[in-house]
């Protein structure tokens, strides 16, 4: 699929209205992931280069572990990997906690299988990753597709290390269109981002950052280096668990797993996510959870956390201290 500039407003309303998600990348080392301890004091006794753990079908799994006190685990989203976190991971380390991030399988710095691209698989190694590490009292945030995969973890393997959940322009409950699910998007929308990530994902994740960010609504301060960042990150992870994860975080349904959490949640949208539109998500998610928390950013967009990363740290500070 290729765009130019006056393709900028269907590419906001339709190619671009599924693919959404977070973040970041690490460098490729090979160091191993340190003998886990407690939650809180396991901090000192690890490094600060990225780490590796190797699931049970021998894929390996990149994660970066800092500081140490309550453990705030942030899942990405769609291409992206966990170095999207950055301003969330300096801060809150700052702030006296321990935060992880990590790569998903076909993302970032993890290992490209070509078969497991699964949101099942997704949350099994999520599972692995919190039991090799011993993580309690967890603070789960999960951003668009990551949104998904906490959800689906609380689905498969319960809620008894998790404190309190974040879901961040998540997908849950359904992002298709149904008969059922009206406010979804249409699947040849799914279909666009397919054809783009298949053909030339290259200027297709450079022309998805405008709406994933909203750069192209009226007033908007583009940042270049965030639109760079973005393409940098899609383009390190592999083309196919790239490709087989469009599939998971627009035709999964999570309603499920929604109802599965039983621990505090915040549920964080901006009501200007042209990349996961609020009714079919945040708006029904805070519905089937319950006592969920329903905080709206007022033409906030779908990267929201990065383009304004005080207010959602201050929002997300708040309600783990609360």
Same mark, same amino acid.
């Given at each position: 699929?290729? $765009?130019?500039?006056? #393709?900028?407003?269907?590419?906001?309303?339709?190619?671009?209205?599924?693919?959404?998600?977070?973040?970041?990348?690490?460098?490729?080392?090979?160091?191993?992931?340190?003998?886990?301890?407690? =939650?809180?004091?396991?901090?000192?006794?690890?490094?600060?280069?990225?780490?590796?753990?190797?699931?049970?079908?021998?894929?390996?799994?990149?994660?970066?572990?800092?500081?140490?006190?309550?453990?705030?685990?942030?899942?990405?989203?769609?291409?992206?990997?966990?170095?999207?976190?950055?301003?969330?991971?300096?801060?809150?380390?700052?702030?006296? $906690?321990?935060?992880?991030?990590?790569?998903?399988? %076909?993302?970032?710095?993890?290992?490209? !299988?070509?078969?497991?691209?699964?949101?099942?698989?997704?949350?099994?190694?999520?599972?692995?990753?919190? @039991?090799?590490?011993?993580?309690? #009292?967890?603070?789960?945030? *999960?951003?668009?597709? %990551? *949104?998904?995969?906490? +959800?689906?973890?609380?689905?498969?393997?319960? =809620?008894?290390?998790?404190?309190?959940?974040?879901?961040? *322009?998540?997908? !849950?409950?359904?992002?298709?269109?149904?008969?059922?699910?009206? @406010?979804?998007?249409?699947?040849?929308?799914?279909?666009?981002?397919? /054809?783009?990530?298949?053909?030339?994902?290259?200027?297709?994740?450079?022309?998805?950052?405008? !709406?994933?960010?909203?750069?192209?609504?009226?007033? +908007?301060?583009?940042?270049?280096?965030?639109? @760079?960042?973005?393409?940098?990150?899609?383009?390190?992870? %592999?083309?196919?668990?790239?490709?087989?994860?469009?599939?998971?975080?627009?035709?999964?349904?999570?309603?499920?797993?929604?109802? /599965?959490?039983?621990?505090?949640?915040?549920?964080?949208?901006?009501? #200007?996510?042209?990349?996961?539109?609020?009714?079919?998500?945040?708006?029904?998610?805070?519905?089937?959870?319950?006592?969920?928390?329903? /905080?709206?950013?007022?033409?906030?967009?779908?990267?929201? +956390?990065?383009?304004?990363? #005080?207010?959602?740290?201050?929002?997300?500070?708040? $309600?783990?201290?609360?």
């Amino acid at each position: 699929m290729s $765009f130019n500039e006056s #393709d900028q407003a269907s590419l906001s309303r339709r190619v671009a209205l599924a693919a959404g998600a977070a973040l970041a990348t690490a460098p490729l080392l090979t160091s191993t992931p340190a003998t886990a301890k407690s =939650s809180a004091d396991h901090g000192a006794q690890r490094s600060s280069t990225p780490a590796f753990i190797t699931t049970k079908d021998g894929t390996k799994i990149a994660y970066k572990d800092w500081g140490k006190g309550q453990p705030i685990l942030f899942s990405h989203g769609w291409p992206l990997a966990g170095d999207a976190w950055d301003a969330q991971m300096l801060f809150f380390g700052q702030k006296g $906690f321990r935060v992880i991030a990590h790569d998903r399988r %076909g993302h970032g710095s993890s290992d490209q !299988p070509w078969d497991g691209n699964t949101m099942d698989q997704y949350a099994d190694d999520l599972a692995e990753l919190i @039991e090799k590490l011993d993580l309690t #009292d967890l603070v789960l945030v *999960g951003h668009s597709t %990551g *949104g998904g995969e906490v +959800a689906h973890y609380i689905g498969r393997h319960g =809620s008894k290390r998790v404190a309190k959940v974040v879901l961040v *322009g998540a997908v !849950p409950p359904l992002m298709l269109k149904t008969e059922a699910n009206p @406010e979804g998007t249409p699947l040849q929308v799914f279909d666009d981002i397919r /054809k783009g990530t298949a053909t030339n994902r290259a200027q297709f994740f450079k022309d998805l950052t405008i !709406p994933f960010y909203g750069f192209n609504r009226p007033g +908007a301060k583009v940042s270049e280096g965030l639109r @760079e960042q973005f393409w940098r990150l899609g383009m390190q992870g %592999g083309i196919k668990g790239e490709y087989d994860c469009i599939h998971e975080f627009s035709e999964v349904d999570y309603t499920a797993d929604l109802k /599965k959490i039983d621990k505090p949640t915040l549920v964080i949208h901006g009501d #200007d996510d042209q990349i996961v539109p609020i009714a079919a998500s945040a708006a029904k998610t805070a519905k089937i959870v319950k006592d969920a928390q329903l /905080k709206i950013y007022k033409g906030g967009a779908h990267g929201l +956390a990065q383009v304004d990363p #005080d207010t959602f740290n201050a929002d997300l500070l708040a $309600f783990i201290r609360r």
